[in-house]
């Protein structure tokens, strides 16, 4: 039997969360570290470009594409920072994952979930060549949907078993700590940013307001720490004072698109920074002492989106958590689209006189 | 109730069939051509951006995106020249339509007919501003798989009901005439494009070819005539003989994108071309006299695609021609992604005791 042209496996929401339970999120963390941390080692074989963004006075959705020569991918995201006010997420995401060979899309996802587990993992596997050594504790200032997922990641890769919340709304804080109740945590709520930093090696700031804030300022920062700066993500959407930028080892994904939508916006266009795929590949310099600050400047970049839906794509057979979409017109003879519709009519009307 | 926020609807190559088939094929184009032209006259308005491509040694993936302000729609496109070696189609594509205000996608759909469907229609619509009045014979160079559609956009807008087919290879003649001959149509199969083109009044170029081609030279194209040259479409791809277009009067989508892929990448970067939605608005001149020979220059551009999109959705009510897909995360709180997760996990654990 010839395959069947016209599917196109679809990972609905509901599998991928099935999918993440089915694994287990430390471990579907740990594993799709690992797919990221393959391709970041191969980050010069990939098309890069900064994603095509189609901005509005409400927000702004994104194209973001990205190829490694045999695999084609792409994911599709809003940002609309208004959208709580009427029960809808922040961010919403899908993707597709196509064969550059034929062009064929080979997987169709649901990437919300995906997004977040995949920014968790990529945030760990920053931080496992930059935080320092014997590291337990982290303050995770900013406690809305990305808090928990960072959470998980940092103790499936590097151990932290010890949290300090802060959130300007206590309440979210109250539900990131609910959410973690059966994780093996020792987790302390905060009064204060300044309060949550005390005692932690590594500084999660993952806020969601779409503004120039200064989530830290500098007295807040001590020698030695990893700042693990995930909400600033967008032109004039930051969360550091600049000074602490000034002292800070600067790690980013793609510096095209972290000047523009990262911490380092703040700063001179020419600001020495370091791409993360040289400190995995060994061509620059991780954590090189104790005092260092290092700041990883995650703004979220294509190549972890490829990652991700390549480790979904590697899934399916196992789990068979897809259906399977109707998606591509596949005509017995390819020339013959037209045919495929006259044939589909007389089909229908074969039905029609046999009912 | 609330609204599911979870749901896209998605049209499926066999939902996109039954529709064209339930609308009737010649009713759908002329509906659709009457949109393409709707948003063709509000062509300003639109964020437009050539398509965004990745090459392959054996084809290329696009991505072609577009917003009105209010609606964002975006195509997903390949060109594989060899599919058709394994039975694929060496085209094939889908699309999303999205709330430009909250960034939700609100369709899914096949486009692989969708966009037959658009290409015969912008053709037709094209035709009426460009054609020699009292027109009734086309000339169809390239009987593949866009010939028949755009045999039946030319009856249903332009009345042309007389064709004069032809192919190097004659089963792809044999082909058309064949899924044509319900349509009403007067069809003539030619041994020679030389003879397919006399006594028509619009010539149709639509061969597939990758390459540099000759399809028409200077002396088949005598004063008056109007060509529809829509097999050329990429870097390398053209189908006239650049005399032709020199004699031409050249009509053209979006020049930024009809410079690189046209045939006008023959000629040099400044050489005037006419956008059609200045001729469809009364900004510039279309057909002048009846000697004048107008070319219509079509690339396929990612407007027309958000137009095909647009009606697509406004049947969907209507026709219930679709399934609902489960493609964004809803959770009941937004900022808890994480408790959603934790909520299915318990769910599922129940639905285990209690079978």
């Not at 393959?38 to 470009?49: A, I, M, S």
């Not at 309440?171 to 093996?184: R, V």
């Not at 709520?189 to 500098?218: F, Y």
């Not at 994904?253 to 920074?273: K, N, T």
Request: glycine content about 8%.
């Amino acid at each position: 039997m010839t395959p069947r042209l016209n599917i196109v496996p679809f990972v609905s929401v509901d599998h991928m969360m099935k999918l993440v339970l089915a694994v287990g999120i430390d471990r579907f963390l740990i594993d799709l570290a690992a797919y990221i941390e393959e391709d970041f080692r191969r980050w010069e074989l990939f098309d890069k470009t900064p994603r095509i963004a189609s901005h509005s006075i409400d927000g702004v959705i994104e194209l973001m594409p990205t190829s490694d020569g045999q695999l084609y991918g792409f994911k599709y995201v809003n940002g609309h920072p208004k959208n709580t006010r009427d029960g809808r997420q922040t961010v919403t995401a899908f993707g597709v994952m196509a064969d550059v060979g034929n062009g064929y899309p080979m997987l169709l996802s649901e990437m919300t979930i995906l997004t977040a587990l995949r920014t968790a993992a990529t945030s760990a596997v920053a931080a496992k060549y930059l935080a320092p050594n014997a590291t337990d504790c982290m303050a995770i200032i900013g406690n809305g949907a990305q808090s928990e997922f960072q959470a998980i990641a940092f103790k499936a890769l590097l151990g932290i078993d010890r949290l300090r919340l802060y959130d300007i709304d206590r309440s979210a804080s109250l539900k990131c700590a609910k959410n973690l109740a059966g994780f093996d945590f020792d987790i302390a709520i905060c009064a204060s940013a300044q309060e949550a930093v005390e005692g932690a090696h590594i500084i999660t700031t993952v806020t969601a307001d779409k503004r120039s804030a200064t989530i830290l300022t500098d007295n807040m920062v001590g020698s030695g720490v990893h700042i693990n700066a995930v909400g600033g993500d967008c032109p004039g959407k930051t969360e550091l004072h600049r000074d602490i930028l000034l002292r800070s080892d600067i790690f980013v994904e793609y510096p095209p698109q972290s000047r523009i939508e990262g911490e380092v916006q703040q700063l001179e266009p020419d600001h020495p920074v370091t791409e993360l795929w040289q400190v995995m590949t060994g061509k620059a310099a991780g954590r090189r002492d104790a005092s260092q600050i290092t700041l990883f400047d995650s703004v979220g970049f294509a190549i972890e989106d490829f990652s991700a839906l390549r480790y979904v794509r590697d899934q399916l057979q196992r789990t068979g958590l897809y259906e399977e979409l109707d998606l591509l017109a596949d005509p017995d003879e390819p020339r013959d689209l037209f045919g495929m519709l006259l044939r589909a009519d007389k089909a229908a009307q074969i039905t029609a006189v046999s009912s």
